[in-house]
């Protein structure tokens, strides 16, 4: 799998505590923006902006960086599928 397919604007994560730098506790989030990492072989982090969906912090945006190692696990990355099961032409 190339990097560029780990991770899309608008895919949800579940994160453990060991998944996310300086991670405190597990979470889920919306990615809104990928901001770093994800074009570069040598970085083990993709940097994002995302949106909190649990963990106490609900709808609150938090600037993380995420392991691409915790995005090749099963259940990490939850793909958001259109309603036609289409692929959107700008996804």
Known sequence: ???G??????????????DWVF?????????SDIRYG????ESPVVGILATITSAGRDGRMAAIG???SALTRSGVVQ??????GV?????
């Open 1 to 3: 799998m190339a990097d």
């Open 5 to 18: 397919d780990l991770l899309r604007v608008g895919d949800t994560l579940h994160l453990g505590k060991a």
């Open 23 to 31: 991670g405190d506790r597990s979470m889920t989030v919306r990615v």
């Open 38 to 41: 994800l074009d570069d072989a």
């Open 66 to 68: 995420v392991y691409k």
């Open 79 to 84: 793909r958001r599928q259109p309603l036609n």
């Open 87 to 91: 692929d959107h032409p700008h996804s």
